[in-house]
Each structure stands twice: as C-alpha cells, then as structure tokens.
C-alpha cells in the first residue's frame, strides 16, 4: 500500500507542505473555554459539532492530575471505571459496560486505542502514560466507524506528534515509597520533508502494600519503562506518511498478588459473606467431613488468621505476610504505518499496524505466609510449618497459586475514504485483523490437594467493512446514517490436566473427550460439537442521529447505536471437579455475540465565552450481553438479557481570569435478569458490574501570578455511590459509596521553561477497593484490592527548543 500510494503522489520533491492530519497535537483553545478538537468521528472536529458524549482531558489536565498510567484517567471522567487486579489485566468499564473474564484471550467491549493502534486483549489495555497530546473517552457504542468491540464506547491515547521546530522536555517526579519517574522528549526536522519525535519514560518505586515477613519485598511496586519513536515524512500538501514505533516492559515488576487479606465463608448460596475475627467458618471447618481451617476463627481456608492485617476485621489494608512470587514480566513491542492521501475527491487513510506481546503473570498465597509450593505434591489438611525465609513464623499450605503465560501477536489493517459532495460528507472503508495467541495457566489451591495446569491457542480472523454519511440540510440541521457489517472466523483448543487427580480436559475441532478418575462423568452427557471450536460469527451495527444547531455553540442531538460484540470462548485456569460440574464446563465453554442498542439524546452548548455544559441522557437495551457467572465451582460466560439508564452532565466553567471549574455527574440504574447464583438454583436480578447508582468528578484550580512567575492551586475529587464488581453481586463483592481527594500546587517561574509542583493524592488517606472477585468457594477469602494509600510526590520539568 506504501508504494502504491507512493506512485500516486506526484512531485515527491516538492518542500513540505502540512497536510490534513486526523489528529490534533492537542485541543485548541482561545480565551474562555475555548474550542476542543476532537476525532470522535475519525476526523478532527470541534466538541460541540459531534453529536457524542465525548469527555477530554488535555495535555495540561494530564499533568496536572499527575497520570501515570491509562487507569488513572478514571479520575477525571464521567461513569468510566476500571477492573484490573494487576497492571497487566485492564478492562474499562463506561456505563457498567465491562468484561469481567480475566482471561488473557478475551477482548474487551470497550475498544482502547493508542493512536490508530488498537489493543485487542485485556493484557494490553494498561500501560504507562507519558508525551500525550490528549485523551478521548466515548461514552455509548461506537460501532460504525470504530468497529470491533466498542459496545461501551472507546478511549483514544492520542500523542504528541513530530514538529519541524526543535524542542521537547524532561521531568522527573520524587515521592512516596522511593518513587522515581523521569520522562522525556525531543522533536525536530531532519531534512525539509521528514521531521520525528523521540519520547520516553522509566518507572520505579518500592511497593505501597508492606510485607512484614522478614525478608519479603513490599508489593504494589512499579518497575518499568517506555519508549515511543514517530517518524513523520510530508513530501507534498497531499500525502503524508507517520511510522510510529511503541516499546514497553516491566521486568519482575511486582504488581501481581497485591491482594489484602480478606477471609469469607461461602452462605447458602455458596456466595462469599466476610468472616468477623472470632466467627469459624463452617464450611471448611467441615469440607468432605475434614477440617481445612483448624477450626481457627476469622481465618481463610487454610486456617491462616491475622485481624492486624485484615481491614474487614479492623486491620490495615496495606499491610501483608507474603513468603511466594508475585510479580508481572511483561514486553509488548508494536509498529503502525499511516497513509494520508488526496486521491481525486476522496481523502484517503491506510493504517497498518503490528504488535507483539509477551506475559507471564504469578501470584502466590495471596496475603498467607506460604509453605514452598511444589507441583503435584498433596498436602494433607491445616499443614503448617515454620517459614523458609523466616523460622520464627508460622507458614501455611499455600492458598492459591496463579500464573497466566501468554504470547500474542496482532495485525490489522485498515482502509478509509472520505468525500464531501454536494450536503454529504461520507466516509467509508473496510478493517481486518489476524488476532493469535498460545496460553498458559493455573489455579491451583494446594492447602485442598488441587493442582491444575491448562493450555490453550486461540486465533481470530475478523473482516469488516463500513460506510457513514452526514447530509447537511441546512446551517441548522443534520442527519447522520451508518452501518458496518462484521464477520469473525475463530478457531481454538483447550487442554488441561489435574496432577494430583488425573483428571484431564480436551477441548477443540479434532474432537472433545475427558478422563474422570471418578468415573462420574458421563460422555452422553456432551451436547456440544467439535464444530463448535471453529465457529464464525457475524452481525451488523448502525447508527442513525439527527443533530439541531440553533447557533454555532449549540448542538442538540437525538441518535440510535447499534453495537455489538463478537462470541468467543471461556477457558478456565483450572480444571472443573469431576462429574456433572465437568460435563456443564465443556458444554458452557462457547457464548454467543452480545448486541447492545443504545437509544440516545444530548445537548452540548457554551453559556457565553466561560462555561461549556454537556448533558447525556441514554437507555440501553441489552440482548444477549455476556455475563460472567460462576454456576457451583464453575466460571463462565453466559448470555443474559440486560438494560441500563442513565443522565449524564458536564461543566466546564470560567467564572473569573486564572480560575477553573471542572465538575461532572452520571445517575444510571442497570438490571441484568436471570443472574444464576453458584448454587444453581437461585435466580436473581443484579445491576451491571461497577455501576452505581451515582457517580461523579470535580476539579478545582486557580492559577494566578507572583513575583514574575505562575502560580496554581488544584484540588479534585472522585465519588462514587455503592456497586458490586460482579453480576453475581456476593455480599463480598458489593462496594459501599467513597470519596477520594487529591491536591496539587504548581509554580511556573518566570522564562516559563521551568514547571515545578507538589502533590498528595488520596489527601484524606480513603479506604476503598479498586478490585474484588469472591474466592470464597476456593480457598475461604475475597481477594481484594485496595487503592493506594495517601501519597505525595514532587515533580520538575524543563521545557526546550520552541
């Protein structure tokens, strides 16, 4: 395509010449609120002409609400969260529309993309943020011009790009638990048509979470770095070409097992409730007529007990005894090629992009001091023993053992045109993407004599083509029409084996069989095909909007979003228990394509020169949304019907010189029906997972002079009302309403190449999770990950060049 394109452009001698680029080195404003550049519609326009809720956060806001990573912009957007237990397990959640299978070869309903790069795995969708021009949160289904699995919407990484004007900067940030950030750049012209920017940024500190087993490392710590290189060639006004090159790893970095030790006891219902310190739990007390836990009250299954470090039972979160490996390796090498070209009346994009991944991700006795693990050796029940590293302590048969391995690599490419004519500016094109990836995994409970191994492949062949139309009747009004057609071809098998039992698993298009050492398992009991590890899924998305604009700055909007997401595969990390449980796992491993149809209205106007205001009001109509259950000891996918609605609103105002007022609001109320709870008989209906009721940010600056320099005070703040993480929504899985807090204050001095500021996040030192999942069933406890505690940091940068 490079060449081809090539041979079109004529007078590749020409001197350089800007050409129309896509995306905006970052949002243009005047005086006021100014106008915001945005390229929701694949195309550079102002927020107020796109009938989309569209929230940005500036180059400016980026660093001053100091975000370091692609989570971190929760904090500064309307009802997006995030669910990761790791930094190498990010899926986004807009409007309670979330993945929440944790295995490494399922895609996400919320499409992340860096540049015109799109992360198809969840092990992908974190990484380190730095020399951004700006950041994109499409809330709603953006299934016509993104595509692929953007049922909830899609956030866009948008970076700096090359200038023919040297400069650049460097910075480095100081703080809490030995924290070192250093990031920089440099941009400039090599000849007169070929201009590149070089960025980059290393992260380390010591680990947040303090293990207090003498001689272990503190968990919670960064450890990596970054580096992106962008090669930019204008050889005429009508042809550009950008070579961007992404390089990113984390050695041994330990973010992996940063669980706080919270036991619980499955009820009834097999759900999880929270163990009080001087409450037994009866179920492992008695498991298969053995004691598991001793006897010992408020300890998880294992019989490990610690109120000191236990927040349920009044402990400190960040605190733990861990003697195992938590930790995360992680490499991901990529490279897109982008075309822009004038070819007759249609403007045409090539973006071709390849990327690599390689991860292995362990952790091990999840807050226990942990006997050493050895594969395939039974323990009998409330082993105990002293620790290697440390005698005086008590060690126990370890909880849990998990590992993910996984090798990925990813090509796509995509072709567009678009064309004004007449009132019409139509945009149309066709994607591709060749998606493989080989898997490993384990979860293993040893203290329970349970040790599986599993393996799998997964390949996907996706193909798609897209066409949008926006017709202008007038000044005033608009209507915009669209509609893509997709097709996925997936192959995959699925192996795995239990040491200590012999059980075994195989599951794939050469055939499905089983090994039950029990000899409960019946094979006439399978109902699926080996066809069924080979299937091709299709469907259509659209879109239909009727925009009003009664002035420049107004827009009112009414739209239809048809999205949908394709099927797939739930393989677990483990094996399922002999007999029937095995049976409904091979039977339940393939789901269906979710379709999500989104019926919305809007409102984006500025009040005078100094306030823009957005309002958002949605209902969602869920079929077949796939819902990630736990039927007994099982975990998989299921399809269930579902609905959402919600009032979203945004402000930004101006009110005197220096001063900024940022706030935000979402009310919604979800419904999925038919939730089967573990115990296979207790139906119930659920909200959709980390979707409150109520959600809100704010931000607070003022920036003024003194003595020849620049002065800003910052505060901001997050709420959030109570939510489950789970559509199982167990009594230890639900999440009471929060609020965390964070100030920054800044100072420019005069010369303005030098910026310095201090900051406490979390200022009022908050008590809250980021990430639960009830393991109740498995080893006696809810793996919980809290946010960070109060930290503070100290931050310079020098500006260079022009």
Known sequence: MALAATALIPGLAQAQAPAPAETAAAPQTDNGTGDIVVTAQRREQKLNDVGIAVSVISAKDLRALNINNATDIVRAIPNLKYNAYGSSQVV???????????????????????????????????????????????????????????????????????????????????????????????????????????????????????????????????????????????????????????????????????????????NAQFQGEFLAANQVCDYWNNYGGTSYNGGVPGSVANGYANPAITATQGGNPWQTYSAGENYVNRKQFAATLRLEAKLGAFDVTSITDYQNLAKFYIESDDGVPGLPYVEGAALPPFTTGPCASAPSVTCYASGTIFYQRARTQQITQELRAATHFGNNYLTMGAFGMLLTGNYGAKYATPFDQYDPTVQFYQRTKSFAVFAQDEYKFDDHWKLILGARYWRDSKLAWYRAAEAISGLTVNWGPSGINFFDPTGAAQASGITVTPAAASPTYDGVTARAELDYKPGP??????????????????????????????????????????????????????????????????????????????????????????????????????????????????????????????????????????????????????????????????????????????????????????????????????????????????????????????????????????????????????????
């Open 92 to 266: 986004f959640n807009i409007r309670g529309v979330s993945q929440n299978d944790y295995g490494d070869q399922q895609e996400p309903p919320v499409a992340v993309y860096q540049d015109d790069s799109y992360a198809a795995s969840i092990t992908t969708a974190g990484f380190p943020i730095f020399d951004l021009a700006r950041t994109e949160a499409l809330r709603g289904p953006q299934g016509t011009l993104f595509g692929r699995n953007a049922t909830g919407g899609a956030v866009q990484f948008i970076s700096n790009q090359p200038s023919h004007e040297f400069g650049g900067y460097l910075s480095a940030t100081t703080g809490s638990f030995n924290q070192s950030i250093f990031e920089g750049a440099v941009t400039g012209g090599l000849t007169q048509t070929l201009s590149a920017r070089v960025s980059g940024v290393y992260d380390r500190d010591s680990g947040y979470i303090k293990n207090l087993l003498p001689g272990g490392a503190n968990l919670g710590a960064n450890n990596h770095w970054a580096t992106r290189g962008i090669l930019q060639w204008d050889p005429t006004s009508d042809f550009r070409a950008r070579l961007t090159v992404r390089y990113t790893q984390a050695d041994h970095e330990r973010q992996a097992g940063v669980y706080t030790l919270t036991p619980a006891c499955p």
């Open 553 to 802: 700055d107004t827009l009112l909007y009414a739209s239809y979003n048809r999205g949908s997401k394709s099927g797939g595969f739930t393989f677990s990390t483990g094996t399922p228990f002999p007999g029937q449980a095995l049976i409904d796992t091979l039977n339940n491993i393939p789901y269906r394509p979710e379709t999500l149809n989104d019926y919305e209205v809007g409102l984006k106007t500025k009040i005078g020169r100094n306030i823009q205001f957005n309002l958002a009001a949605f209902y969602y109509d869920y079929k077949n949304y796939q819902a990630y259950v736990q039927v007994g000891y099982t975990q998989l996918v299921r399809n269930l019907p579902a609905t959402i609605k919600g009032v979203e609103a945004e402000l930004t105002a101006h009110p005197i010189e220096g001063f900024t007022l940022q706030a935000s609001a979402a009310v919604q109320d979800s419904k999925v029906k038919n939730v089967l709870l573990p115990d296979g008989v207790t139906l119930v209906n659920h909200d959709l997972p980390q979707a409150p009721g109520f959600s809100g940010n704010a931000l607070v600056r003022y920036e003024f002079g003194m003595g020849g320099a620049r002065i800003s005070l910052q505060g901001d703040a997050l709420y959030t009302g109570k939510f489950c993480f789970s559509v199982l929504c167990a009594p230890d899985e639900r999440e009471g309403a929060y609020h965390v807090e964070n100030a920054r204050i800044g100072v420019i001095p005069a010369g303005g190449k030098l910026e310095l500021a201090f900051f406490v996040n979390n200022l009022f030192n908050r008590v809250y999770r980021s990430y639960a999942f009830d393991g109740s069933l498995y080893w006696g406890d809810a793996l919980s990950v809290y946010g960070k505690p109060r930290t503070w940091g100290l931050t310079a940068r020098i500006n260079f060049g022009n």
